[in-house]
């Protein structure tokens, strides 16, 4: 219930929003959690493994109980921290893990069942029969152990990237981290100062504490609003910085929408990669839980978070409350409580030397050993000197000291140092290059000690980047010394819960030293420990204390914690904002590519780019009817296809041809200007890396062109060996694949076509095959290839590519009126498999220039890349799978690309494996299906007969060996 | 990760591609034994420490650099222009 007059929360602002179906409002400030509790809802989830009833146990972002699904259908958002969750007109929450409801949960049923389920169930029990785990066990266990679930859906929902540079990043806005904020801003430095609450202030929003004179958060608010209006500060609140990585690169991640009514253009988070030249941590502390038997009921709270809900948001979580700790912040707790008119039933103090109270009745030297209550606190067990007493309350707030909140400073791989006077971890200096902790995530846990800190980590910062400092005055606070003996458990009858979130025991930890995993790190994997998503904020150390002492070590002997990234949850889509769908796979689009589309032709993807598949006409119903007319069309008349895409670089300088003779199987330097020649590149390991051809435009300038695949390895390989190989040859490099758009005009009627349209008629003395040179079409400079990847009569036609789509246009004009027209890639690929050229189909990687049958392209007379390698035992001989054709001579005439060769009489399995099927096509020239493939020994084969099996495809097929040059053998139509 | 490129200056690692080993350009002459070549191809050291290795600068200025960098802490001790660097 709200206490009047109380809190940070605007009481002018009510707010409704429903969970688990039922109505409720809180009030503008209140987060789901505090909203719940002053409504009187204790009971916010099921746990994760038992499905025992739990509440609320912190209030802030480690809260391991209280998770919740926020939103519906697509847009629910599982796992959610209720005590995070800021409510909003309209939102619904839901309880997670449940079933069929919160109150009447069956799957508690797992609870009765727990002698089954302890530590390491899943190695002993359901080992045997090994079926029994897929079908039976790991189904049901999955289903009742679980978190929230997600929709299923994709997300519809829109995150966002950001990128950041300061010289000082700021993690944490409590009295250290706004003490070092301040102090660099005033030096003159670029702050990002980061906190993850809603406001400034830590745990000054929290306590009833005065800070130079005023209340702590008014102090907070003022020092904020005065950081906001200096140019050099940015203040980035509802941002976690998530974790740590080289160079001084912070992730965080910030709450965009998540705490408003959805809106779609909206997103509901931002990734952030922040560079920060140094770094102040000031990441405050977490309360501990103490582990005594059945402390996980609902009205059990850290000590802190009672008063932050008390103190911040005018709630009181019940109307008894009982105090447990180790500590004097217990004592703080039950002082405003009283202060707040709260009855407090007992301070329970493990300490013997616990101070008396007027206004509450302390049991010094006693300890909290049991609770009772179904779905929720009703009275509390202690021990004393005198024997056990039952204290009736509803609420349970207990302290066990805190850690140090220094997650971050481990995510490089440093280790943190046990300290014995707060009996706990504190990070050691440089555990991350630039990242200096501050205030209680140092261990520093007075306010004024955390101002002093958080001043002297800033001056730190600015005297490493030369920077100088103005005096900038401590604030008073209070400086109460820590005065502290440690207590991690309370034996007695009854499961002590140390991981709340994944249901582990004091005992299950004892368990595991039992059974011998008496390393931390094996601890964890037996009993789970530490693996939800809290990862462990709330348990660790106690855990590592329980196995300290169950294996008789000290704690700093059995180990530290590991803390990886991110430090709280992180959706996966805010992480990769931006990189879904065209962000992931980014459109590369011909210049002819209105036009192609304008046609109606499906466009297929080549890595990233688009191509026509086939450009159907009126009346085609299926794309083998486009296909075999567009063959047809290509070898009877004439066809225009866009072949920009296929990768073009320009070499220039004296040593180009030298410079290509090394990276080009052939010799190159001895192409004439005017003249193309087709060239073969191997890896350095011998094997074919892509083919194309040189055309020499001049004495110092070739254009090489790569397959559309392999544009940018070869451009990369090219740079590698003329920057990292011989830098003494001097040769440039350029990319212009997108500079120019460049058009195939393949068939008899070419020369025709072009005469028409280039600015002077083509000489054929002048253009026998294989020549190149300028051309105009227009008055525009072009470039004109007399190369063909069809084996007709063909040119390739280059302009400037702002010309392209223009071009595109006129070609396919002429060439319709012509009887010709465009084609696409599946005429394409039937065109080329006809002449058996090759494709990435064929040079995949593992294929030799012997393979292909090109052996006869590597020059005896000079080195070249791979050449070498290439003459290693096993890359040569009849052992080699080597190209071949094949065409179906039996019933069946199916071949696919992928099936497998075998010897007809052989069983077809891998052992009898002759080699493999790699491109296939149906040739309306020749009336049948072909095929390349790879057959052992192939080229001395031809005649024989082979049996293709596709095992997949279920489908086999007599095949005879041939030439893999189906058409034209001779070439004279390429040449005529 | 950012590397510091000679032309370019500090640069995101996401414009970068990885090649592998500095040794890559200790290329043996055609003559060299087949022991060398073996070396040259697939024989790699796996150091904790510093280690020269090459990077394309693909998605800036195409320059291949030689990074030395320490597998252990992943600081970057310096990067050079592959033309520019010894053996
Ligand atoms: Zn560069």
């Not at chain 1, 709450?255 to 770094?279: T, Y």
């Not at chain 1, 407090?344 to 616990?354: F, N």
Request: charge should be neutral.
């Amino acid at each position: 219930m709200r206490i009047a007059g109380k809190g940070l929360i605007d009481r002018d602002t009510p707010v409704h929003f429903r969970f688990d179906g039922v109505a409720h409002q809180g009030f503008a400030g209140d987060t789901l959690a505090s909203a719940l509790l002053a409504q009187g809802v204790r009971l916010m989830g099921r746990s994760f493994k038992y499905h025992r009833p739990r509440g609320v146990l912190t209030a802030g972002s480690e809260e391991p109980n209280a998770l919740v699904t926020v939103g519906q259908g697509a847009h629910a958002d599982p796992n959610v921290r209720a005590t995070v969750q800021e409510i909003y007109d309209g939102l619904e929450a839901h309880p997670q893990n449940a079933w069929p409801s919160l109150r009447y949960d069956l799957l508690s049923l797992n609870d009765l069942a727990a002698p089954f389920l302890s530590a390491g169930f899943y190695y002993k029990t359901f080992m045997w029969p090994r079926a029994f785990w897929e079908k039976l066990y790991e189904p049901v266990i999955r289903r009742a152990a679980g978190l929230g679930a997600l929709s299923g859906q994709p997300d519809p929902d829109a995150y966002e990237k950001a990128y950041a540079f300061c010289d000082l990043l700021v993690i944490g806005a409590g009295p250290a981290g706004l003490m070092a904020a301040l102090t660099a801003a005033e030096a003159g430095a670029d702050v990002i100062l980061c906190d993850e609450d809603t406001r400034s202030g830590g745990r000054l929003l929290a306590e009833d504490e005065e800070v130079d004179g005023q209340p702590g958060h008014a102090w907070a608010q003022a020092l904020t609003d005065r950081l906001r209006a200096m140019p050099n500060v940015r203040v980035m609140r509802r941002t976690t910085v998530t974790g740590v990585y080289d160079q001084g690169t912070y992730g965080a991640l910030e709450r965009v929408g998540q705490h408003l009514p959805h809106r779609a253009s909206l997103p509901r988070a931002c990734f952030w990669r922040i560079v920060a030249k140094r770094a102040v941590l000031a990441s405050g502390a977490i309360e501990r839980p103490v582990a005594f038997p059945n402390n996980d009921r609902p009205g059990i709270m850290t000590a802190g978070a009672v008063r932050a809900y008390l103190n911040r948001w005018g709630v009181a979580p019940g109307r008894r409350v009982v105090v447990f700790g180790n500590n004097d912040d217990a004592h703080r707790t039950a002082r405003d409580l009283v202060a707040a008119g709260v009855h407090v039933a007992a301070l329970v103090d493990s300490r013997h030397e616990a101070q008396a109270s007027d206004a509450y009745p302390v049991h010094a030297g006693a300890v909290l050993c049991n609770t009772q209550g179904r779905l929720g606190l009703e009275s509390v067990t202690i021990r004393t000197a005198k024997g056990e007493e039952r204290i009736a309350a509803d609420t349970l707030a207990m302290s066990g000291g805190w850690n140090p909140s220094l997650h971050l400073t481990c995510h490089m791989n440093g280790r943190p140092v046990w300290r014995d006077d707060i009996a706990a971890f504190v990070p050691k200096p440089d555990m991350v290059p630039g990242l200096i902790p501050a205030g209680a995530c140092h261990g520093a846990f007075s306010t004024h000690a955390c101002l002093e800190e958080g001043r002297a980590a800033a001056l730190r910062a600015l005297s490493e980047l030369g920077m100088t400092a103005k005096d900038v005055p401590l604030a008073e606070a209070e400086d109460a010394p820590v005065s502290l003996r440690p207590l991690w458990q309370v034996l007695g009858k009854g499961r002590a819960w140390l991981d709340f979130q994944n249901d582990v025991t004091a005992k299950d930890v004892a368990l595991a030293a039992q059974e011998n995993f008496c390393s931390v790190e094996h601890m964890k994997r037996y009993t789970t420990q530490g693996m939800a998503p809290d990862q462990g904020k709330n348990s660790n150390v106690a855990a590592l204390a329980v196995l300290a002492d169950a294996t008789g070590r000290s704690i700093p002997e059995t180990g530290t914690t590991t803390f990886r990234p991110p430090y709280t949850p992180v959706a996966i889509a805010a992480m990769g904002a931006g990189a879904e769908g065209k962000g992931f796979a980014p459109e590369r689009k011909t210049t002819s590519h209105a036009a192609t589309v304008e046609r109606g032709a499906p466009m297929i993807e080549a890595g990233l780019w688009y191509r026509p598949s086939y450009f159907p006409d009126p009346g085609e119903s299926h794309w083998r009817q486009s296909c075999d007319r567009e063959v047809r069309m290509v070898r009877e008349s004439v066809g225009i296809c866009d072949v920009s895409t296929l990768g073009k670089i320009d070499v220039q300088g004296p040593d180009a041809g030298r410079f290509l003779d090394l990276v080009y199987t052939n010799m190159m330097s001895t192409v004439k200007p005017g003249r193309v020649r087709y060239g073969l590149m191997l890896r350095e390991d011998g094997h074919v890396m892509d083919d194309g051809t040189a055309a020499r435009l001049s004495e110092g300038q070739y254009l090489i062109t790569t397959t559309t695949a392999a544009a940018g390895q070869v451009m990369a390989h090219l740079d590698f060996v003329a920057q990292g190989l011989r830098p003494d040859l001097d040769v440039r490099l350029a990319s212009v694949t997108e500079q120019w758009a460049q058009f195939a005009v393949a068939g008899p009627q070419s020369r025709a076509l072009l005469d028409g349209l280039l600015d002077a008629p083509l000489d054929p003395e002048a253009w026998p095959f294989m020549a190149c040179g300028p051309v105009k079409v227009m008055g525009i400079a072009a470039r004109l290839f007399r190369i063909s990847f069809s084996g007709e009569h063909a040119y390739e036609i280059a302009v400037p590519a702002r010309y392209g789509d223009s071009l595109f246009r006129l070609l396919v004009a002429r060439a319709e009126a012509l009887g010709g027209g465009p084609y696409g890639m599946e005429a394409l690929n039937v065109l080329r498999i006809e002449k058996g050229f090759i494709t990435h189909a064929e040079i995949h990687g593992r294929t030799t220039a012997f393979d292909i049958g090109m052996d006869r392209m590597v020059s005896a007379k000079k080195d070249c890349i791979g050449k070498v390698m290439a003459d290693r035992p096993g890359l040569k001989g009849p052992e080699r799978e080597q190209l071949v054709g094949l065409r179906p001579v039996g019933e069946s005439k199916e071949m696919t690309a992928g099936a497998h060769l075998f010897e007809p009489g052989t069983e077809p399995v891998r052992v009898n494996a002759q080699g493999y099927v790699t491109s296939v096509g149906f040739s309306p020239t020749l009336g049948t299906m072909l095929a390349l493939g790879f057959l052992r020994n192939g080229r001395a084969r031809h005649g024989e007969r082979v049996k293709l099996k596709d095992h997949l495809r279920q489908v086999e097929t007599l095949c005879e060996v041939c030439d893999p040059v189906f058409f034209d053998p001779d070439g004279g139509r390429l040449r005529g | 990760m950012r590397i510091r490129c000679p032309i370019c200056g500090d640069r995101d690692l996401r414009e970068f591609t990885y090649k592998g080993d500095a040794v890559a350009l200790n290329r043996p002459g055609p003559e060299a034994a087949a022991q060398a070549w073996d070396d040259y191809l697939h024989l790699r050291r796996n150091p904790a420490g510093a280690t020269r290795e090459l990077w394309y600068h693909g998605g800036g200025c195409g320059a291949w650099i030689v990074v030395t960098r320490d597998t252990v802490t992943h600081e970057i001790l310096g990067a050079v222009l592959a033309e520019e660097a010894e053996a």
